[in-house]
């Protein structure tokens, strides 16, 4: 045999190697996981009450379209496409390696929850709203128009990576919609980078959708769910072994109750592929998943409100949901929370659906989803303050499962870990660390940075293969390729 052919044959293996039919890490072992703090973003604190009463009717308007507005999403095609909102804290790139950083901004005190990653070669940061509970990423596009004046936008000429796959892309939320493109990208968050990763460029959406300087979405529930019938990124890295834990944690902080919070304010931490222990106390309840992967679904067992249980039936099903503020319940669930509590009635206006209670009675609520009773604090149950009350932050859904969808208003309470495989949600009680970071007034707010990668994955969408080299792989074919040419 001669050295043309053993040469042939090596680069041959060395390209095989990195054939993407399904997501694979470029790391071995698995590197550990890695912690994005997050950023809170609030409105200015002197909205008035109709001003975050539309915030209100708005996310309860996207609960009602994305859990109970009809058929679920579903992807339309069949192949090999590979299952593929307060602003809390950023800062530097922990466990070597560098980071995309990730922070949440808070809309009207603890409203949601974005992040930072970076999109593109040379790679440029966006802030994206985390949302487990829907699985797509899209982010504004150059050609959005005046609705994105002022939204940092993503220019797809200005990267080498880009590729579009002429598949259009539309999603509607409550009473408004965004469209655009599906394309692949070079994607890097916090020391881990996807090549292909499939996502949206948004070219149109209705007003209001997204305020600066947060510039689209990031999808953290599951592909089944996946508009742009692409592998959610979390997913493409959890399925690849690039997470030394096959999971994703969240802690958010409070600021709700703080009338001294600023417009960005710390507010938590994104962990890939590891739980930080430093953050909670004793041991994750790990709950699986009602079915099949789609929402972060599980049963709920268990409501007290002021010490009263509150019927939720044989067999509620909760969706954790981070992209949303408040907590959704059948109208009857959430008539009878609002009986334990003397002066309530219905709200009316921007409010409908929603509840008025007196501002002075302290409401004490309770979750259970199995073994442990999880305590949700009164000031994430009163929501805002108007003209002879408070807006509690309970509005009404329907009965159909998911029937209940809590939000951030539970979850700032809790620890909470997304586990991939098996599929579930785990709860821990939040340690004296994380709950000393709520209402933390004149904490540095950092900045994104892109750095070094520490593990790589390839991903990508249905009929399409990439080659690429590790820096290794490469070093050994210069070598080789040196060696023949001495022999020849």
């Not at 039919?21 to 109709?50: E, K």
């Not at 005046?146 to 598949?167: H, L, R, W």
């Not at 469209?179 to 990208?185: D, F, I, L, R």
């Not at 399925?239 to 938590?268: C, I, K, M």
Request: contains cysteine; proline residues 6%; negative net charge.
């Amino acid at each position: 045999m001669t050295w043309n052919v053993l040469f042939a044959y090596f680069v041959f293996f060395s390209l095989i190697s990195h054939t993407r039919a399904a997501p694979t890490a470029d790391v071995s072992p698995p590197v550990t996981g890695r912690t994005i703090p997050l950023r809170r973003r609030s409105f200015s604190p002197h909205l008035d009450a109709h001003q975050r009463g539309q915030i209100a009717k708005f996310q309860r308007d996207v609960v009602l379209a994305r859990y109970f507005g009809g058929e679920r999403p579903s992807r339309r095609s069949t192949g090999d496409n590979l299952w593929v909102h307060a602003v809390p804290k950023m800062s530097t790139a922990a466990n070597g390696g560098g980071a995309a950083l990730c922070s949440l901004v808070d809309q009207s005190y603890d409203s949601g929850y974005y992040g930072s990653l970076a999109i593109g070669t040379p790679p440029v940061s966006f802030n994206l709203l985390l949302d487990t509970g829907s699985s797509d990423l899209w982010v504004a596009g150059t050609s959005c128009g005046t609705v994105c004046n002022g939204i940092p936008s993503y220019e797809a000429s200005a990267s080498s990576s880009f590729k579009n796959t002429s598949q259009q892309f539309a999603v509607k939320y409550g009473q408004g919609d965004a469209s655009g493109y599906v394309a692949t990208e070079t994607i890097e968050m916090a020391g881990f980078t996807v090549f292909n990763q499939g996502f949206a460029v948004v070219n149109d959406m209705s007003s209001g959708f997204l305020s600066t300087p947060a510039s689209g979405l990031l999808g953290l529930a599951w592909e089944p769910l996946s508009l742009t019938q692409q592998m959610p990124f979390w997913q493409t890295l959890a399925s690849s072994g690039a997470w030394d834990s096959p999971l994703f944690a969240v802690q958010l902080t409070r600021y709700t109750n703080d009338t001294h919070a600023l417009s960005l304010e710390p507010g938590g931490v994104l962990n890939l592929g590891y739980t930080n222990n430093s953050l909670y106390t004793g041991s994750i309840e790990y709950v699986n998943l009602t079915s099949q992967p789609t929402f972060w679904e599980v049963p709920l067992t268990s409501v007290t409100v002021q010490g009263v249980s509150i019927p939720v039936g044989t067999d509620a099903v909760a969706a954790i949901d981070t992209g949303t503020s408040n907590i959704g319940a059948p109208s009857s669930v959430v008539q009878a929370i609002y009986e334990q509590i003397p002066g309530s009635e219905p709200a009316s206006g921007t409010w409908a659906g929603y509840y008025q209670f007196p501002c002075s009675t302290s409401v004490n609520v309770t979750f259970s989803f199995g073994e442990s009773t999880w305590v949700m604090a009164p000031a994430d149950f009163s929501y805002a303050a108007v003209q002879g009350g408070c807006i509690g932050a309970f509005f009404e859904t329907t009965s159909s499962n998911p029937s209940w969808v809590l939000g951030d208003a539970f979850l700032k309470n809790v620890y909470t870990v997304f586990r991939y495989d098996p599929p579930a949600v785990g709860f821990a009680a939040l340690s004296e660390v994380a709950l000393a970071e709520n209402g933390v007034n004149g904490a540095p707010v950092p900045t994104p940075t892109v750095g070094s990668p520490a593990a790589v994955v390839t991903g990508g969408a249905a009929s399409s293969i990439t080659f690429r080299f590790t820096p290794v792989w490469i070093g050994i074919s210069v070598l080789f390729s040196l060696l023949r040419a001495s022999l020849i």
